[in-house]
């Protein structure tokens, strides 16, 4: 699970932080002010994509990750229609759990422990992870959160959760090796689905649980592979938001393109399958667009 809590802060500088995966909050601005940055202190450092990673350790190790990396803002340009981020955003990883709680402790003092976590303050965002088991996963989870937010002036939590859930798993996996389809194929079992605008009310951390988390992904599943119709209400309302206007609510796109949308998630759900010739996900949608991937600042 991945929940996102926040305070209104009005005029004043603060820091947006995203940790996976129980919990956000805001903090000051100021918590950030002594971050050590400078390359020289950091024994490796690489670009990929839109990321330049920092790290206490060879990097030649986490060098698939890094691969993903730097494809995941094509990924998103070409399924999702979002241009790749003006700025870059800066990800530190530490070899162990106590090397990285000992940074977070100096310069994050406020910030309860979590595995990883995507801060936003007044300059780039950053991501800060350390080499767990689920490392990769927890990598590609915070840095989603880091391309979206640095893409669209904000991301409703649900869809925020379930784009990030999404993306989170490499890139082969992402469409029918995600462990939520397992467990959302269960609950169809003896429920429907519920209705998107269920979720779209939930805008607080005590709104969401397990069940909540594990919709949202069901929901972006549909609408990324999914109906045509599903896919264009998406990108039409990311596109909106990317633009600074007042899309309204999703669920009320999609009711207009898709009747049922629903029934048509359960049925998406309970159908989709490699052995039945579902389309291959790193080619679908690709040609929504103009057909060419966003570029890339190297």
Not at 240 to 250: F, N, V
């Amino acid at each position: 699970m991945r929940f996102i809590l926040q305070f209104a802060v009005l005029n004043l500088q603060f820091a947006l932080v995203w940790f996976r995966p129980l919990a956000a909050a805001l903090l000051w601005g100021a918590a950030l002010g002594a971050w050590p940055a400078v390359a020289a202190e950091w024994p490796d450092s690489r670009v990929a994509g839109p990321f330049i990673c920092r790290a206490d350790f060879s990097l030649v190790r986490v060098e698939p990750v890094l691969r993903d990396l730097a494809q995941l803002q094509s990924d998103l340009g070409a399924m999702l229609g979002l241009t790749a981020p003006g700025e870059r955003i800066e990800i530190y990883l530490f070899h162990d759990r106590v090397t990285y709680a000992r940074y977070l402790e100096r310069y994050l003092p406020n910030v309860p422990y979590r595995r990883a976590l995507y801060v936003k303050s007044r300059g780039p965002g950053k991501v800060l992870a350390y080499l767990s088991r689920d490392f990769e996963v927890d990598l590609r989870h915070e840095c989603t959160h880091a391309l979206l937010h640095a893409s669209l002036p904000w991301v409703p939590l649900w869809l925020d959760e379930g784009l990030a859930q999404y993306f989170e798993v490499a890139r082969s996996e992402r469409a029918y090796g995600h462990p939520n389809l397992v467990g959302i194929r269960a609950s169809l079992r003896w429920d429907p689905p519920p209705p998107l605008a269920d979720l779209e009310k939930k805008a607080n951390l005590a709104d969401m649980g397990r069940t909540e988390y594990r919709i949202a992904w069901a929901w972006v599943h549909f609408m990324i592979h999914g109906p045509p119709e599903a896919h264009k209400a998406l990108v039409e309302y990311l596109g909106e938001l990317r633009s600074g206007g007042e899309p309204g609510l999703l669920s009320v796109r999609l009711q207009q393109r898709l009747p049922e949308p629903e029934q048509r998630l359960a049925e998406h759900l309970r159908s989709w399958n490699r052995r039945i010739g579902s389309p291959d996900p790193q080619d679908h949608r690709s040609d929504s667009f103009s057909g060419r991937l966003p570029t890339i600042r190297e």
